[in-house]
DNA sequence: AAGCCGTGGTC
DNA sequence: TGACCAAGGCT
């Protein structure tokens, strides 16, 4: 067997210091260099570190797992308002998982609310790791976001794999493959190009790069530092890189959804499980319709099933869409009117009669956000 | 290792 | 407007 690797894709190494000056030269221009866009690179006094100079790292960590999968636009209100809510890590590991996930409510991959709960908790007993793997040991952190923290924190010469990252090197090869089946490539050619003196400066220059010029849909070429040696750029179409597999078709459910209302006027709530979709949010009951399966009976045995309660179902509230990552579903949602049984929670963490006005105290998934807006309209 | 896990921006 | 995608991690 001969060598592949040399044979398929360029060895980029003689070229780093060269590809790393004209990054960071076009970064130092056109850098999202703003304390406005991402504070907590910045120091106290509003300086984009030196060097030697050291960030807030509990500012640092936060930001990145909001970042995880989630763009920069989106995670910054929250960033603020949990910095606000949450500013030490002893703040953050004395909190409720309640209030966390009431704080990180909207962001989406929930899990990640519990696990940085989790984290802090582990965190506020002694100092605080400096050493990618005991980044790396802690609940929600990967190499990625682990690398990102201490490279962005302390300047550690740690190199990231986001998705931007991931496009730009694909491009730069024009790799023939989808990057998700060759990490450990990936990930080599990432270590290859960090600038070692500057590796905060080169990380973020790199994810600028592919967020701002180098992006999926039209890529500004004539403003990229890295045309004169990408090989999609030479090919013609960057659009091409990176190779992706097929996608999946999303399987589409019918869900129906009972608002339970009893005689006093409350609404019945429950908590799904910590584990799996939207874990540990509360939500109206209810279920999958079976194959056949009216609306109406499907909400009267759902909620027979979980809750082990008799209602009457009444009038169509609202029915949704919503796209998941992995699954389409349909809410068919009704107004309900409790009959009989003490609501227990068979399939749930806990069941709970509320008032429409306590709403806002539980933590919701975006979906059922609409049907409380739509509840609320039919109330007044 | 491939599937699960949310939401909103963007075209 | 539906489809793709985002500063990924976990199992």
Known sequence: MGQRSGAEHRDLSALAP???????????????????????????????????????????????????????????????GWMKVFPTVDALAAASLEQVRLQWQGLGYYSRARRLHAAAQRLAQGPWPRDLDSWMGLPGIGRTTAGSILSSGFNAPL????????????????????????????WQWSEVLLDPARPRDFNQALMDLGATVCTP?????????????????????????????????????????????NAEGHVLIDQRLDEGLLGGLWEFPGGKQEPGESIEACIEREL????????????????????????????????????????QPLASQ?????????????AFPAANAKMIEALRRSIN
């Not at 009444?314 to 009959?339: M, N, P, Q």
């Not at 806990?350 to 539980?362: G, K």
């Open 18 to 80: 060269e590809l790393s000056q004209s990054l960071l030269a076009w970064w130092e221009i056109h850098g999202r260099k703003d304390p406005a866009l991402k504070p907590w690179m910045f120091t106290k006094d509003g300086r984009w570190p030196e060097p030697h100079e050291h960030l807030n790292v509990l500012e640092c960590w936060i930001a990145e797992v909001m970042l995880q999968q989630t763009q920069l636009k989106v995670v910054l209100p929250y960033w603020q």
């Open 159 to 186: 190199a990231i794999l986001d998705g931007n990252v991931k496009r730009v090197l694909a491009r730069l090869h024009a790799h023939p493959r989808p990057p998700a089946r060759e990490q450990v490539l990936f």
């Open 217 to 261: 849909r039209n890529p500004d070429c004539g403003r990229c530092p890295w045309q004169f040696c990408c090989a999609a750029y030479a090919a013609g179409d960057p659009t091409r890189w990176p190779m992706t597999d097929a996608p999946k078709p999303l399987p589409f459910q019918v869900i129906g959804v009972g608002v339970v209302l």
């Open 304 to 343: 027979k099933e979980e809750l082990g309660i008799v209602i009457s179902v009444g009038e169509e509230l609202i029915t949704l869409d919503h796209a998941y990552s992995h699954k389409k579903l349909r809410f068919v949602v009704y107004l309900c009117a409790w009959v009989s049984g003490d609501p």
């Open 350 to 362: 806990q069941v709970r009669w509320v008032s429409p006005d306590q709403l806002d105290t539980f």
